[in-house]
């Protein structure tokens, strides 16, 4: 499942240049997290970045998108052009 930054978040800008499929941007109050992109590092890392990075431990599995391993490695073939859609 993709992943979710709470609005415990205090922008201290770890998690953003983690990210490997630049899916972490600023919201309108807290950094957020588009699903469309987020992997779980799935394809490049074995643990999510960003959740390892966190030092409040405000970055939780979205609970709206749940998705399997399977469907996140196909998510990431599809974002680096691997896989046609």
Do not use: F, W
Not at 3 to 24: F, V, W, Y
Not at 29 to 49: L, N
Request: aromatic share 4%; hydrophobic share 25%.
């Amino acid at each position: 499942m993709a992943l979710l930054i709470t609005n415990k978040c205090i922008n201290c800008d770890m998690c953003d240049p983690e990210c490997p499929n630049q899916a972490i941007y600023m919201g309108n109050k807290v950094y957020e997290i588009d699903p469309h992109k987020c992997t779980e590092c799935v394809g490049h890392y074995d643990q999510p970045t960003c959740v390892s990075v966190c030092p409040i431990d405000c970055i939780k599995p979205d609970p709206n998108h749940r998705e399997n391993l399977d469907t996140l490695a196909e998510k990431y073939l599809r974002l680096t052009g691997q896989l046609d859609t």
